[in-house]
């Protein structure tokens, strides 16, 4: 009997590893009976669809691959031709996100996002509940332009140093934890000397190989940032010292020094000296995975869902000129800056409990000796940075020249910049990113007339000894394309493609057709909370990607404003944020080993409420007047009959 059970058991082992394979073949052939059986357009279409979202919510291989399928299943069943598949794969965004990469990797290659972030917390100060206002802060300006991913790799780091710092000095004096003095010369003088003392230990820090195993097998379908660099910390005790190595590969390494206490056990709970530390340390790691989702809703680019959408709606709706740049930001920065505020206060109610007085002082004479060593230890990060470079100015500027451009191109209540070429509609926000990010392929990072070359932190040895090597090289671009996710988005145009071409969005309209009975804010609603729930376990832009035609096909079936459906979902999808699996700063934070997965759900459940509600309430009001949305619009209509003949 035990020979039999033990084989069962090893048998059910060899299943379980094989489980995806199983699943990449079991999947088509299960499904094959309906296109076989209905010969039809939409049979056809459907079957690949089913079987691509499949493939996207199980993981069962990589998003890349999974979006190829509609690349050989479409010519295959006769729905498009393989020429018109293949043009589907590369639009307009994907130019827009090259430029705008080609503006990330400057920012990176220079250490501008490390400045921007230091000088903030400098502002905000030491005080738990400003450090954590500051640290979001910082996040969702650097969230709007470069991806959340890397927005948490670079942030997570900086953050990880203050939190150490805390710890060791409240291991070092767990009896100054309340302790207030007055800041004066002779008190700083002194705090200087002990840290002198303290800073001769040092304390091993031990991360769970779990926590670590899980990280990779999370991020291994993230392409915003580099696999093997998206931790942003790589902890290694090597020699009693614990390396802070940046996802930028340009930086050096930093060694941070904790100083040795004898009484720290291998006990997860023992590396805080009080349960007021650790809570410290969730609110501030969760703080920035939320700020990195937040900043993202602000702009087009700020994620790939954003992307996603706006190539979907004007592929839809070519008619429609309401979605820029522009008109996104106006609707989404009040959404941002409420749940900003929102979030912060849940977080704060949460893990810090409500007394702001005490949290949230700016009065510089009243500190505890830990928030002085921890100011200190942000300066010192700042000063590490020495004098703003050459690289950094041309870099500032052309992160406010891209935006700028961007706004004026048709900012719709006055003319914009394209109104003075005689040819309409042809430049887009593509043409301002691509053509600012191929100079920086060209514009040397050595100052002009100068014999001064670039720091060596951030320049390798090539750029030194060439006075004219560019901002970027192509090596720096490639490093932070995310091509996977580049080809996501061009199945989702593929799959929406056949979709419209087979009539496959008509039935589907259709079949929605009960529905006609519910107001527009339940329909909007109930979508929100449905794309809100399956994104938890689901990729999103692979989840939006499912739920768009579907939405689409739904609005134009009740007469509703498109948008008014689209835009809430498409922001919604970014809220997954209650497990490590939801998106992958989530996994990054996760993976720091400050968090269990019971207090990512409970604040993480509070934060989809506040985004749900927020994103309801912005349509319903402001976004009303925006995008016109108590009529059904012409351009719909026209789809709508296209559609329907």
């Not at 406010?400 to 451009?405: A, N, P, Q, S």
């Not at 048709?410 to 887009?428: A, D, H, I, M, Q």
């Not at 309430?617 to 329907?644: D, K, M």
Request: proline share 6%; charged share 15%; glycine share 6%.
């Amino acid at each position: 009997m035990r020979l039999e059970a033990a084989a069962r058991m090893d048998l059910f082992r060899k299943l379980w590893r094989a489980r995806k394979l199983i699943l990449v073949v079991f999947i088509p052939l299960s499904l094959l009976p309906l296109p076989l059986t209905h010969p039809t357009s939409e049979a056809c279409c459907a079957y690949v669809l089913m079987v691509t979202a499949v493939y996207w919510v199980s993981e069962a291989v990589p998003l890349g691959a999974a979006a190829l399928v509609p690349a050989f299943l479409y010519p295959l069943f006769g729905v498009l031709k393989s020429s018109e598949v293949a043009a589907e794969y590369c639009k307009d965004t994907t130019l827009l996100l090259m430029g705008v990469i080609c503006l990330a990797a400057s920012i990176e290659k220079w250490n501008l996002h490390k400045r921007i972030a230091l000088r903030m917390v400098m502002i905000a100060g030491a005080k738990p509940g400003m450090l954590v206002l500051g640290f979001m802060c910082c996040t969702v300006f650097l969230s709007m332009w470069l991806s959340n991913t890397s927005t948490t790799a670079m942030v997570m780091p900086i953050a990880e140093a203050v939190l150490q710092q805390l710890i060791c000095t409240g291991l070092a004096d767990t009896h100054d934890d309340s302790e207030t003095v007055e800041a004066s010369e002779d008190e700083s003088a002194v705090s200087s000397k002990q840290v002198e003392n303290l800073d001769k230990n040092q304390l091993e820090l031990f991360y769970r190989n779990e926590r670590n195993n899980c990280t990779k097998q999370e991020l291994h379908t993230l392409s915003e940032g580099q696999t093997g660099e998206v931790n942003g910390l790589g902890l290694q005790p090597v020699l009693n010292k614990t390396f802070v190595k940046q996802i930028n590969g340009h930086l050096p390494q930093v060694a941070i020094e904790i100083p040795n206490v004898k009484r720290v056990k291998a006990r997860r709970d023992s590396q805080y000296p009080t349960k007021r530390d650790h809570m410290i340390c969730k609110c501030l790691s969760l703080s920035i995975t939320y700020a990195a989702t937040i900043g993202g809703l602000i702009t087009i680019t700020g994620t790939s869902t954003n992307l996603i959408f706006a190539e979907q709606f004007n592929t839809r709706y070519p008619d429609a000129k309401v979605i820029n740049f522009g008109t996104w930001f106006i609707f989404s920065f009040p959404i941002a800056i409420i749940m900003l505020v929102l979030t912060w206060l849940w977080l704060h109610f949460l893990f810090l409990g409500c007394n702001f007085r005490e949290t949230c002082s700016l009065s510089k004479k009243r500190k505890t000796r830990r928030e002085r060593m921890s100011e200190r230890r942000i300066h010192e990060e700042y000063a590490k940075l020495g004098p703003i470079s050459y690289p950094e100015v041309v870099t500032g500027v052309f992160f406010i020249l891209m935006t700028v451009l961007w706004f004026t191109r048709e900012p719709g209540f006055v003319p914009g910049w394209t109104s003075l070429f005689e040819k309409k509609g042809y430049r887009t926000d593509a043409t301002v990113s691509v053509l600012l990010g191929f100079l920086l392929f060209l514009i040397p990072a050595r100052r002009p007339f100068s014999s001064s070359s670039p720091s060596s932190r951030n320049s390798d040895d090539n750029s030194e000894s060439d006075p004219l090597a560019p901002m970027i090289t192509w090596k720096d671009f490639q490093r932070l394309m995310p091509w996977e996710i580049v080809i996501l988005v061009g199945g989702g145009y593929a799959l929406a493609a056949g979709c419209k071409v087979s009539g496959l969005s008509v039935w589907i309209g259709r079949q929605l057709e009960p529905m006609s009975g519910l107001p527009p804010w339940a329909v909007t609603l109930l979508a929100c909370l449905l794309v809100s729930a399956v994104t938890e376990f689901a990729s999103n832009p692979a989840t939006l990607t499912v739920f768009l035609p579907i939405l689409s096909a739904l609005s134009e079936t009740l007469l509703i404003n498109p948008l008014h459906t689209l835009i809430p979902s498409t922001m919604c999808v970014s809220f997954g944020v209650m497990l490590p699996v939801g998106n992958p700063p989530n996994a990054i934070v996760f993976s720091y080993g400050h968090v269990q997965i019971s207090d990512m759900v409970k604040a993480g459940f509070g934060v989809n409420l506040i985004g749900v509600a927020v994103v309801m309430l912005a349509i319903t009001t402001w976004g009303v007047p925006l995008f016109s949305l108590t009529e059904f619009p012409a351009w719909a209509v026209a789809r709508n009959v296209t559609g329907n003949l």
